[in-house]
């Protein structure tokens, strides 16, 4: 009964190639946040929906579209992967938007580029 | 300067000990502030909300300093099971501002 969860857990796959991962919540939460965790454990925002729209897009280069078909998922695309996106990458998810309000992770996707 | 930096550790403490973990943020307009805690090849987790007026919950203490920009975490009696990284979180009102952590390890 997982209330954050991501697919893959693990993916290692070579430069140059495209990959997504998916996250879905089951917790009725309307806001959403990718987040990505670089080999110094730094855990930084990239992206967050609100209600399916777009409201954080850090500055995170345009080869990563996050994609929200609805308020339970939140995808995350990256095309042309390079060496520097090898990373862990956390979803998210938060009842609102409030600074206050406690943020859910799901279990990580571990992404080896090669 | 970082947004919010913390002391890396490692600490190594006993069991029963008590350790403190502080943090300085840098942005002064930061709306809310949080402990999560991670554990080895595991998702951050919620350990405790952190207010002006400091709280507690069972063994943990958290104090804020506004004035300073300041947040300290207290742990009493610590437990094997403490064992963890501690994250220092800031808000500044659109998005969750991490700390790198400071790693505690509890020995028997």
């Known amino acids: 009964d997982t209330a954050v969860s991501q697919t893959p857990k693990y993916l290692v796959t070579q430069m140059g190639n495209d990959k997504s991962i998916k996250c879905e919540q089951n917790l009725g939460h309307d806001t959403m946040y990718w987040y990505k965790q670089d080999s110094k454990k730094f855990l930084k925002i990239m992206f967050s929906y609100n209600n399916k729209e777009l409201i954080i897009n850090e500055t995170v280069p345009n080869r990563f579209s996050p994609k929200s078909p609805d308020k339970a998922h939140l995808n995350l695309h990256i095309n042309s992967l390079e060496l520097g996106d090898s990373a862990v990458y956390f979803c998210?998810?938060?009842?609102?938007?409030?600074?206050?309000?406690?943020?859910?992770f799901g279990p990580g996707t571990r992404l080896t580029v090669l | 300067r970082k947004e919010v930096e913390q002391d890396p550790g490692p600490f190594n403490v006993p069991e029963g000990a008590t350790v403190a973990f502080n943090c300085t943020y840098s942005n002064s307009a930061s709306q809310s502030f949080f402990w999560y805690r991670q554990d080895c090849r595991k998702e951050p987790k919620l350990l405790m909300s952190?207010?002006?007026s400091g709280n507690e919950d069972g063994r943990f203490t958290a104090q804020l300093n506004r004035a300073s920009q300041y947040i300290s975490l207290l742990i009493r009696d610590s437990k094997l099971s403490d064992s963890a990284t501690y994250l220092c979180v800031v808000n500044p009102g659109y998005a969750l501002n991490f700390g790198k952590g400071t790693s505690l390890l509890v020995t028997p």
């Open positions: 998210a998810s938060s009842y609102g938007t409030a600074t206050y309000n406690e943020q859910f």
């Open positions: 952190v207010y002006s």
